[in-house]
């Protein structure tokens, strides 16, 4: 299909059925400053709800419209966005412009392509119908390009849409959307994100259904380096791209890590650790006013993610633990992560601290007798708020 957007005006497909259970009007007003944060540096705009669709209009011509594109379909919430001219209700300046449209597209290239014609007439009082109106500008193109186009109704190579309303819309891209709630619809969670391909996938399905983000990163400097909070920053910038801007917490975690190595069994330092990391993360979520935390444990992956381990790390906290990705497949996991442009960055070999501090052999089932006994020597209480005077917050955010 050739590919040119030289418009400036976006049409934007919101979510209808979704649209139905919330309060509408929240709906869009945050999905409109959802858009407008990404785009923000790229120039002015005028972004509104007219019709039931978000438009978004570049307000000078030096924009690029592509990046523009490109920002914007990544907005949750969004079904497709088509880039559009706008044309008054007049069938004469309709004519022309299909002609002009259609001939830059041809124009960047000398291949031939077939194409379809539909037209939407949503405007009744437009005195042509709308198959009047699709027979007469194809006939037109047709006569036009003789030796470039031909018609073919079923699988065309591109279709010239016509919507008329109260004015006319010229397009011929849709480009999906990622669907889902705006991000801001659904409160605020704290996620705990590591390196790995899991915790950012994680991140971004919460996201989806409209949460706000925090993140915390336990790093174990010197054992863990620079290269592996700078990835995890990194990580968390590309997830901001969809969640808007996430504010980072970086726990300084290396004083309590070897404490814990310490006083605790090696079979259970595991889940020992990661009980403290979710203590840790609860106090600070609880101050920070987000109401849940959110990991990226899947049944079953590693020792520490079995029932047991899960049961075990749930039970020091009260605050309910979001795990999008508990029933999910790693190959499904993997394909998102890709999906989504975290997983290059998730593969480079930079150690976090669970692969560093790891059990050789962890208890696999360990019952909370078991924890019970393992923390005997330890006050994870105050180890966890020795911890909590040792974070440095900062926001990440993919745009300016
Ligand atoms: P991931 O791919 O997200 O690293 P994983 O399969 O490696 O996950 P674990 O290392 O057991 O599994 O971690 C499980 C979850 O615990 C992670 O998804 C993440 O939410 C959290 N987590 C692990 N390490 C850290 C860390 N250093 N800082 C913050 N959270 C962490
Ligand atoms: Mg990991």
């Given at each position: 299909m050739p590919n040119s957007n030289n418009t400036n005006l976006l049409l934007v497909r919101i979510g209808e059925i979704i649209l139905k259970g919330l309060n509408r009007g929240n709906f869009v007003r945050q999905m409109i400053r959802n858009i407008r944060f990404r785009i923000n540096d790229l120039g002015d705009f005028d972004i509104h709800e007219h019709n039931s669709r978000v438009w978004v209009r570049a307000l000078s011509d030096d924009i690029d419209m592509k990046e523009v594109i490109e920002r914007v379909t990544?907005?949750?919430?969004?079904?497709s966005v088509s880039p559009v001219q706008e044309l008054p209700l007049d069938y004469e300046e309709l004519k022309h412009a299909t002609l002009n449209y259609v001939g830059d597209l041809l124009a960047k290239n000398t291949k031939s392509y077939t194409f379809k014609l539909e037209t939407r007439r949503v405007n009744k009082s437009f005195p042509m119908g709308s198959y009047e109106i699709s027979a007469d500008l194809g006939a037109i193109l047709l006569e036009a390009y003789p030796e470039r186009l031909k018609v073919d109704?079923?699988?065309?190579?591109?279709i010239v849409q016509v919507e008329i309303r109260d004015s006319i819309y010229l397009f011929h891209r849709t480009i999906p959307g990622p669907s889902g709630l705006p991000s801001g619809m659904s409160g605020k969670g704290m996620l705990l994100i590591s390196g790995g391909i899991d915790s950012p996938v994680a991140g971004y399905m919460m996201a989806s259904r409209g949460m706000r983000l925090e993140a915390i990163y336990f790093h174990t400097f010197p054992y863990t380096g620079p290269e592996a909070l700078k990835k995890v920053e990194d990580l968390t910038r590309i997830v901001s791209r969809y969640a808007g801007s996430i504010l980072f917490h970086q726990v300084d975690f290396t004083e309590a890590m070897l404490a814990l190595v310490d006083a605790c069994p090696e079979d259970m330092l595991t889940v020992v650790m990661r009980r403290l990391m979710f203590l840790v993360a609860e106090k600070l979520a609880r101050s920070q006013n987000a109401k849940c935390l959110i990991t990226g444990e899947s049944l079953g992956q590693v020792a520490s993610q079995t029932m047991e381990a899960i049961v075990a790390t749930d039970a020091v906290t009260t605050m309910p633990v979001f795990r999008p990705l508990i029933g999910i497949d790693k190959n499904d996991t993997v394909e998102i992560a890709r999906r989504i442009g975290t997983y290059d960055t998730s593969i480079l070999p930079y150690d976090d601290c669970c692969t560093v501090f790891v059990?050789?052999?962890?208890?696999?089932?360990?019952?909370l007798l078991d924890v019970e006994i393992a923390e005997e020597e330890l006050d994870l209480e105050a180890l966890a708020d020795a911890v909590l005077d040792k974070i440095d917050t900062y926001p990440i955010k993919a745009y300016t």
């Open positions: 990544d907005v949750f919430g969004i079904v109704v079923h699988q065309p190579d591109f059990s050789k052999h962890p208890k696999t089932h360990p019952s």
